[in-house]
């Protein structure tokens, strides 16, 4: 959520950048509501301060034998019209708050304007493989290997669905522990939040309430209020302090956690984008910080660079990019993906996507810092990284890792979870 003090001070500026992702925006109903609503509160204030002095004095007036019923009178007139203004002040106030709800974070100075076609490629890893004409897709060489079974995903789940069997079990397992022992290693903290979250939780993460369609909501008859299936472990880990003021000197807190991810999105929204490249279920290692302001721009340098190691620690071409303000969430100032190389695709995938929110999510959910110098509590900053999806890795370690007979070569970085397995078979 916006500041409505930047907004009301600077209208012109957060409107300019607004519009790097937005069509149109126009503050002037917002500033005229929060025009009333002062003025409301100062009303308020004063029939008060009115009534409680005037209060004070009835007492006195009847223990010196005056008739206080006109004054008394008076003041429940007065107590009348605050209530009429306090009403009047809550409707002012929801307006404001659903206004404000809906606008999206305010891009950072250097994130470029328009969508996905201004993104910009930062850096580039290694060379495209150089594959022959023998070269199959992610879908045969997965089915041949026997590693995914999509008939029977489909069968159990329905559309969007597949399901991991022996090596390709093995494979995803291997990914997720060559991940978690990364992080471990980095000083993060482990963290296994529950699958099912509340309300609170996807407001905070700027899920809810616009994009509240995008995720599987759950019905119950025992539970009171809105749960969710989690799209992304950063919907949990973005409320682990949740209305809470973190000591200065416990800043950064870093931590990550596993989850499946549930997402509506699925199926070929084109038709090579079939096998595992859009699902309704997949795994994901995600990582997450909590900063103070000044420090959230190196934390976000951090996270990418952790990003791309465990990617080239795979030894798999891919690429950087800095996304254009209407290609990132929502919720992100600034976002830069980890792309790699699809060959049958012919085309770059994310497999992560590291985010700087600034204040825009601890606004939401309330998360703040006390400044051990001015005593002071603040937004702190909050930054997310997948620290790695693996359903778009897997296909591009087949796919990259292919040889001529239809086997694929293991990155030499998950063998010892492979039961140092070096090369994937086809099954006969």
Request: charged fraction near 30%; aromatic fraction near 8%.
């Amino acid at each position: 959520m916006l500041d409505l003090n930047l907004i009301r001070e600077n209208p012109e500026s957060v409107k300019q950048a607004l519009l790097k992702r937005m069509d149109t925006v126009d503050f002037d109903t917002l500033l005229r509501w929060d025009r009333k609503r002062r003025e409301r509160i100062a009303e308020i204030g004063k029939l008060r301060e009115k009534r409680n002095k005037v209060s004070a004095q009835i007492p006195q007036m009847k223990k010196a034998g005056q008739d206080t019923t006109r004054v008394q009178n008076e003041m429940k007139s007065v107590s009348g019209t605050i209530k009429t203004l306090e009403t009047d002040l809550l409707e002012v106030e929801r307006k404001i708050k659903t206004f404000l709800e809906a606008l999206p974070n305010i891009p950072a100075d250097d994130v470029p304007p328009g969508d996905k076609e201004n993104n910009e490629v930062i850096r580039v890893w290694d060379e495209k493989p150089n594959l022959g004409d023998w070269a199959k897709d992610h879908v045969e060489l997965v089915t041949s290997l026997r590693l995914i079974d999509y008939e029977r995903g489909v069968k159990m789940g329905g559309t969007g669905f597949w399901l991991y069997r022996g090596s390709g079990a093995r494979l995803e397992w291997a990914l997720l522990n060559y991940f978690i022992e990364d992080h471990l290693k980095d000083g993060y903290e482990f963290i296994l939040p529950p699958h099912i979250l509340t309300y609170p939780c996807g407001y905070t993460a700027g899920q809810f309430p616009k994009f509240g369609d995008d995720v599987f909501h759950l019905k119950s008859e025992h539970e009171k209020g809105v749960q969710f299936l989690l799209p992304t472990a950063e919907t949990a880990l973005i409320n682990f302090h949740r209305d809470e003021i973190i000591p200065e000197e416990a800043l950064p807190r870093k931590y990550f956690a596993y989850t499946p991810c549930y997402r509506k999105e699925a199926g070929s929204y084109r038709t090579q984008e079939r096998g595992m490249i859009r699902g309704h279920q997949f795994n994901k290692v995600e990582i997450f910080q909590f900063t103070r302001p000044e420090d959230s721009e190196a934390a976000l340098e951090e996270l990418i660079a952790k990003a791309e190691r465990l990617v080239q620690g795979l030894n798999l071409h891919h690429r950087v990019s800095k996304l254009a303000a209407r290609d990132a969430s929502a919720a992100m100032a600034k976002t830069y993906d980890i792309e790699v190389w699809i060959p049958s695709m012919d085309e770059y995938k994310e497999v992560s996507s590291a985010s700087n929110a600034h204040s825009y999510q601890a606004r939401r959910g309330s998360i703040r810092f006390k400044r051990t110098e001015t005593g002071k509590n603040e937004f702190v900053h909050t930054l997310n990284a997948s620290g790695l999806a693996t359903s778009r890795l897997i296909p591009a370690i087949v796919e990259q890792g292919q040889q001529a007979n239809g086997s694929v070569i293991i990155p030499e970085a998950l063998r010892p979870y492979m039961g140092g397995c070096e090369i994937l078979e086809p099954k006969k």
